[in-house]
């Protein structure tokens, strides 16, 4: 049997695009300065990824069951001003150590579940579309950070600070805690998505949530785990940023949900939902976070046009998804 | 005979390495009806869509008024008075009726748009259609055989010299037909030539002038309707004999299954009571909107519903879809395209969505499901190729897999809504087969048909429902088509103590 459905030069556009652009800026990387490809340029490149990273690993979900989820840069912020609260109080009961460290990572997963449960119940419960309800959302863990660090910055105490801060700087044989955890999680989520009922669902769900639910699929329940997921993995991604600055503010997370959801896009996910590939989301990541690699190595452009330059790339993603649209 | 208006002459198309259409040639003369007939598959729709230049020919010529044209585009065709109605909908939902009707043609006053002529327009062009939506209705909110009413008076709008019409009447009660082919005459007096298609032969055999009959991509028969009767159009669309459309009916059946007291869906139906017993096929007729779809929706958890409901003895709640499976109750819709088939995705996944648990440990064993779609595509004969993505199916053929679907995850209780909306002949034969053995294999079968032969010539027995109550049951040789029309008109009186007389 052949393939007829799909017409060769455009599907392979979809999938040969993202990866197409990474090389491209790899190789401009290279011949523009020759650290770029350096042990320590790769793995700081990595790393910085990790976070939006692991947290668009989770969008990824959300946006193939034909949601959105705005929220999780303020969410990544309250939950790190949360853990610091928690850590913080708790440190001349429970002294530095593991167990205060322990307890923090509870605090930012535990808070992080609560906050896409409530996302979820609000879209799936109430019927309220996701947009409108994670924008709120987004305003209110923003402010309520704000509010937690009282319009400054809360910061970890400064003994737990040096205790807690091999988990960003540490690792194993040289590669860093953020790396393992974003890499374990990329290889989780592409199972998920590409070999489990979960993520079939999701993405009959994204493409026709109707035919899902005359298909008996538990629509409702599916969309909540996408956004649960989503919160569990801003707690992770909280869990290894917090140990970095020690710190956080109403600036903290600023823009993460952007670069995630364009991490997403221009990886090959569809934003009205229907298809997702996590692959390609990791990919798209890298190529959100080499740019401004990139133009911080060379002098060639200014690094102020970074946004500029990740806005061209996310439309130009899109204008190719269009074009390997089956029909037309 | 008059000069052609418009030709196809040798006309091939392929989709990438696959030939669907081999030289065909079909010739449309101004003022007669032209009727298209031919399996699943055979390409019917892609004749039409060529002819009115929504898709290309990859070889051969269209001859306009004699002439070789290259149709650009559908407003190309449409410039030049070639309209098509297609199989599928393709109106834009959340618009009125009005607006769609003059969907990029609006009357304008200066630089504002003139409703007021507008909404007059569509009003009498609806009256014509005996059609009584309200111009400003939202079309999402208008049944199927409203929203044909106003695809066919967008075509109206427009001058057209040649219509070409996919199916129209799959989704229109034989009342409805009846107007649309009375609009058909008119316009054929009026000079049009008319292109249409249909699984129903008895229609084809009463309004066509003359007819092209398709099988696999080519013309096998071209000529006056009237040289054949229905049997031998059947015969050369199938290419083999069709005789005894229906199973025999079953002379046994079991214990009662499914019992439903009182079963109100607000807003459709209520008050709907009944039982259902192992190995039995229980008909329901009535007319389009008389809440058949909806109290069986309302059922199997898909709309909020009220009533005691007991499986197997045992009451059960239904409030969610997947409740009904977890009881083994299952419910096909009538609405494949939008309600039944992911038309972006593959075969695959289409056919495995309702079963997936039959597929997953914790992977999916995509082997497996694989194998289960060439046992599917072996069982119920569907034809295209594998790779295809369901959207571009010929119509019959999701229907087919539809089906294919939902017996995957393997119900005791199936209501079909609709079986064989828009199949044709030779695979109506096979379904009805099909659902036959079902009933013999012990499973207890509903299926809601709008065809009055289908409910009888299928059913043990037969509910007719009226303005979402259950008007009457008829078995046996009671259930005649006249019986049940009367009781769907409500002019009947019940074999049952009924609940309303007129
Ligand atoms: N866009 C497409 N890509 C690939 N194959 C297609 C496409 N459109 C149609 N086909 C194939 O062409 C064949 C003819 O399809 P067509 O829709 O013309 O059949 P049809 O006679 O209208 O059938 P039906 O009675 O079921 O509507 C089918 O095998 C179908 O799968
Ligand atoms: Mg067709």
Known sequence: MSDIAKPPRQIQMGVIGPILALVILVAMGAAMNPNFLGWDNITNVLARSAFIGIIAVGMTFVITAGGLDLSVGSMAAFVAGLMILVMNKALPTMGVGVPVVLLGMAVALGAGLVAGLVNGLLITRLGIEAFIVTLGSMGIYRSLVTWLADGGTLSLDFGLRTFYQPVYYGGLFGISWPIIVFAVVVVLGEILMRSTAFGRHCAAIGSNDQVARYSSVRVARVRLLTYVMLGVLVGVATI????????????????WELEAIAAVIIGGTVLKGGFGRVWGTVIGVLILTLIGNI???????????????QGAIIVLAVVLQRESKPGH | MTTPVLALSGVSRSFGPIEVLHGVDITLHPGRVHALIGENGAGKSTTMKILAGYQ??????????GQPVTLSSMGDAEARGISMIHQEFNLAEQLTVEQNIFLGRELKRGPFLDKPAMQATTRDLLARLDCH????????????SDKQMVEIAKALLRDTRVLVMDEPTAVLTQTETAVLMAQVRVLRDQGTAVLFTSHKLDEVKAIADDLTIMRDGAVVWTGPASDLDEHQMAEAMVGREVSDLYPPKSTTVGEVVLQVSGLSVPGFA????????KGEILGIAGLIGSGRTETFEGLAGLRPAKGAVRIKGRPVTIRHPWQALDHGLCYLTEDRKTRGLLLQKGMRDNLTLQALHKFSQVFLNKSAEDAALDQAI???????????????????????????????SDPDIIVIDEPTRGIDIGTKQQMYGFIRRLAEQGRAIVVISSEMQEVIGLSDRVLVMRRGRIAGELTGDAASEDAIVRLAMGVGQAATPDKEFV
């Open chain 2, 378 to 408: 072996a069982d119920f004969d569907i034809r295209g190729s594998r790779s295809v993505i369901v959207g571009n199916l010929s119509g019959g053929n999701q229907q087919k897999l539809l089906f294919a679907k939902t017996m995957l």
């Open chain 2, 56 to 65: 290309p020919a990859s070889s051969g010529v269209i001859l306009l008024d």
């Open chain 2, 133 to 144: 939506a309200a111009p400003d209705r939202v079309v999402s909110s208008l049944s199927n």
């Open chain 1, 240 to 255: 290894m940023y917090v140990p970095r600055l020690g710190s956080a503010s109403s600036a903290t997370g600023l823009l």
């Open chain 1, 295 to 309: 133009l911080n190595l060379t002098d060639f452009v200014s690094p102020y046009l970074n946004g500029a330059i």
């Open chain 2, 270 to 277: 209520e008050d709907i009571s009944f039982t259902l017993r």
